[in-house]
């Protein structure tokens, strides 16, 4: 098989294709105005193969990290991008083809591929103890430098985490902690047990626990708050053993409820008490905290899901399964376990918080959101959203039919100390454009429209999670002060 041959694949053809390349530019061209005190870093990170599968059936979550870096100052955006190098792409850059099956799949792999890792590296980037790490929930998070974007390689703590590690840690800005888990820490023929992890503001990691889960399931992000964190366990469902029989490795199991694990944050596996609620697919929330003594949780949320099929290899449609922004009020004490109200019902994928109140009580949610795609993840949710999660109310800005506008985050203005007090940013690529953009909105007006743009001259395939540090960051300062 030819080794540079593109799929059949949506997600390697019109917004996804790969562009294969590394690329240096100094100094973007801005179309408006970029604000003077919009000062920082905006990372993404996406799926891009450096080689196409061999598998037929391709799916997103595989390619190997992308890391894309645009450093913004007074009134300048240079930007760069870089592969991820793992252990595994630089294994199939040396044999110069495919080795691995999509996902890591052991019965499409390449006997070349035997004792090297599967880590793509490609889901999240994050600052974090002075250091800038690209995430996967299938291995440790890998170190890259800040400015360069060089790889520095695999982090595991000084040995502890060896295995997984989560897309989405989160960051208690309070705390300067990062709360982590690491999801089917003995492989996915083994025993279902995630790893709960604490790590101090400068990288140490504090606190351990290995808690069992009722079935090998995509645990893709969980819920912190002050006192509490929630592990939720939706239908979906890893079986090696349904995936040699011939059936889908990962499935959704009909009429099987969701599960939540609620846990002190300081406490231990004995203290886990299990909630059964409505089936649901949830992989990302905007924030969660306390208030008169339940956790509340802003999500996107969807009564199934079309990422992958169910055990029968039935796939539902992206109509069938729009994800919304839904709040969930979770009772500690289990008197009223469990309720959920719609808070906005537009399409959305990516919800995110001003990410300083990570597990404090927020009150507006960014997030990109869909008006007229069929399928938002293959044609490109086209819209970038703002919602008042107190009223419902909700800022949209439409880009145009066909555009593929990824996640919205909040980038505070340098001194801002406000929730949502500065801007709004995302990555976007108009159809059959040769540019993409990116996109700048006053936070507090998304509807206006940008008030400023930084124009890349090539496409960016569309990818996943992004971050954002203000130059007076504390993270910021940390990792770029070394």
Partial sequence: MDANLIRESPFLTGHHQPNRMEVDAPDLL????????????????????????????????????????FYIENGRVSMRNRWVRTDKFLLE???GRRLFGVLGNPMTADPASLGTRYNTANTNVIIHGGKLLALMEGAPPVALDPRSLDTVGEHTYGDLITTTFSAHPKVDHRTGELVNIGNAVHGLAGEAVIRYDVIDADGTPTKTEYIGVPHMTMMHTFLLTENWVVFPVNPLEFSLERA??????????????????????????????????????????ANAWEQDGRIIADV??????ALFPDVHGNRASH??????????????????????????????QFPRPDDRLMADRS?????????????????????????????????????????????LIFAPRVGSTSEADGYAVTL??????TESELVIFDAGDIAAGPIASAVIPFRVPSGFHCSYYSVDSPLYEQAFAR
């Fill in 244 to 285: 040699m029989a011939g059936g889908p490795m990962t499935a959704w199991v009909p009429d099987r409820p969701s599960k939540l694990g609620i846990m002190p944050r300081n406490g231990t596996a004995d203290d886990v008490r299990w909630i059964e609620i409505d089936p649901r697919h949830m992989l990302h929330e």
């Fill in 428 to 433: 976007i690529h108009r159809k059959e454009a």
């Fill in 93 to 95: 850059q040396g044999q």
């Fill in 363 to 407: 009150r507006h949610a960014f997030a990109n959101s869909n008006l007229n795609s069929t399928d938002g993840r293959v044609e490109g949710m086209d819209s970038a959203l703002r919602v008042d999660t107190h009223t419902g109310a909700e800022d949209l800005f439409h880009f145009g039919a066909g555009t593929a506008a990824g996640e």
């Fill in 300 to 305: 996107a949320a969807a009564e199934g899901t």
């Fill in 30 to 69: 801005i179309r408006g105005q970029i604000p003077s005190d919009l000062a920082g870093v905006f990372y993404r990170n996406g799926a891009e193969p450096l080689y196409p599968p061999t598998d037929e059936d391709y799916h997103w979550f595989d390619g190997d990290g992308m890391v894309y870096a």
């Fill in 319 to 348: 109509k069938e399964t729009q994800q919304s922004l839904r709040r969930w009020t979770i009772d500690p004490t289990g008197v009223e376990p469990w309720r959920e109200e719609i808070i906005n019902d537009r399409d959305i």
